[in-house]
C-alpha cells in the first residue's frame, strides 16, 4: 500500500520511519522548511527499540501533491486541521483511507465532514516522542503503540492490509474492533494528565509530592464520568492504569501540552479539554476541575495572544 504521512514531526517521523525501514512505501507531505531539513540531513529517529537514518526521505509540498495514495496518516495538530485537510485533499481519491493519529474526537467529525465518512478510520496513539530542536525524533518511553481501526469495528480488507504493513515495521500495531472506545480511554487519560500538569505546571512526581494526589484522582473520575454519559464507559483496568500512572511518586512525567506551554506555543486547549468539558451531561459546572483546567488554559491562550499582538 501506497502511504501519505502528512507531518514528519514526532508522530508522523516515528511511525514513518519505521514503516520506511520495513520497506513500506511512504512520503511525507511538508512545509518547506521540513522538507529542506530532511533533504540536507534526513529523518532521524533516536529510540530504545532502535535508532533510524534514512537519508532524503521522499517527500512532497502540498502546491506539488497530485498523486492518489492508499492511505493517508494525518499527524497533525488539531488547530492545524483546517489546513491540512486542504493540503492532502489531492491525495485522497474513491479508495482512500484517512486514518488521523489525533487526540479528542471532534477531528472525526471535521475529517467525515470533508472527505466522507466512508474514508475515515480511528487511530491511537501510545508513545510519547518529541521533535528536537535539530529536527531528531526522540522516543523517550517504552510504548510504541498505534491502534486503528473502522469507526464500526469491522475487520475491513483494507484495515487488514493496514496491518499486515504494520506487522512488519518495528512499533506495536494493533488492529482494534473498538477504536471509537478506545479514543475516548486515551482522550480521559490525556486529559487528565494534561489537566492537571498544565494546571500545576509541574510533573506527575511533584504534584503527588505537594499532596497533590487526591486530585488528580478527582480529575479521572470527572473525565471517566463524561465518557460514561457518552456511552463508552472506561473499561476498569483502564482507568486502573490513568489513576495509577498520575498518582506515582516521583514519576518525572509531564504532557506535551505542559512543554508547549512552557515554551510559548500553541495549544489544543479547545479540543482535549474544551470539547470534553462541553460534554459533561449535567453543565460544566458539575465538572469543578475540569473547568479550572480549562480557565487556566484559555487564560494562557488569552495573554500568548496578547503578547503576540502587542510584538507586532
Not at 214 to 241: F, K, M, N, Q, Y
Request: glycine share 8%; with cysteine.
Amino acid at each position: 500500500m501506497r502511504y501519505l504521512i502528512v507531518g514528519a514531526g514526532a508522530l508522523g517521523g516515528y511511525y514513518g520511519g519505521r514503516l520506511l525501514e520495513a520497506g513500506c512505501d511512504v512520503t511525507f507531505l511538508v512545509r518547506p522548511n521540513r522538507a529542506k531539513a530532511l533533504a540536507e540531513t534526513g529523518l532521524r529517529v533516536r529510540s530504545r527499540f532502535g535508532d533510524i537514518d534514512i537519508p532524503a526521505p521522499r517527500c512532497v509540498l502540498a502546491d506539488a501533491l497530485a498523486a492518489r495514495y492508499d492511505v493517508v496518516v494525518v499527524a497533525a495538530k488539531a488547530y492545524d486541521l483546517t489546513e491540512a485537510m486542504h493540503s492532502f485533499a489531492p491525495a485522497v481519491g474513491e479508495a482512500t483511507a484517512v486514518l488521523p493519529l489525533m487526540n479528542g474526537l471532534s477531528h472525526i467529525d471535521a475529517l467525515k465532514a470533508h472527505f466522507g465518512a466512508h474514508r475515515v478510520l480511528g487511530g491511537v496513539c501510545l508513545i510519547s516522542a518529541a521533535l528536537d530542536a535539530d529536527g531528531t525524533v526522540r522516543h523517550f518511553n517504552d510504548l510504541h503503540t498505534l491502534l486503528f481501526g473502522e469507526l464500526d469495528g469491522s475487520r475491513s480488507p483494507r484495515v487488514q492490509s493496514i496491518a499486515a504493513d504494520f506487522s512488519k515495521a518495528n512499533f506495536d500495531g494493533r488492529l482494534s474492533t473498538q477504536i471509537v472506545q478506545d479514543l475516548w480511554e486515551k482522550w480521559l487519560f490525556i486529559a487528565a494528565a494534561a489537566g492537571m500538569t498544565c494546571l500545576m505546571r509541574a510533573s506527575i512526581g511533584d504534584i503527588v509530592a505537594a499532596g497533590g494526589a487526591d486530585l488528580s484522582l478527582a480529575l479521572v473520575d470527572e473525565c471517566a464520568t463524561i465518557a460514561a454519559a457518552a456511552g463508552h464507559a472506561p473499561a476498569p483496568a483502564s482507568v486502573t492504569r490513568a489513576r495509577v500512572a498520575l498518582t506515582a511518586a516521583g514519576s518525572p512525567i509531564t504532557a506535551s501540552m505542559l512543554k508547549d506551554i512552557e515554551r510559548g506555543a500553541r495549544i489544543e486547549a479547545d479540543h482535549i479539554i474544551g470539547d470534553l468539558l462541553s460534554r459533561a451531561p449535567d453543565g460544566p459546572a458539575s465538572k469543578p476541575l475540569l473547568r479550572l483546567v480549562y480557565a487556566h488554559l484559555k487564560s494562557y491562550e488569552a495573554r500568548r495572544a496578547r503578547e503576540q499582538a502587542a510584538d507586532l
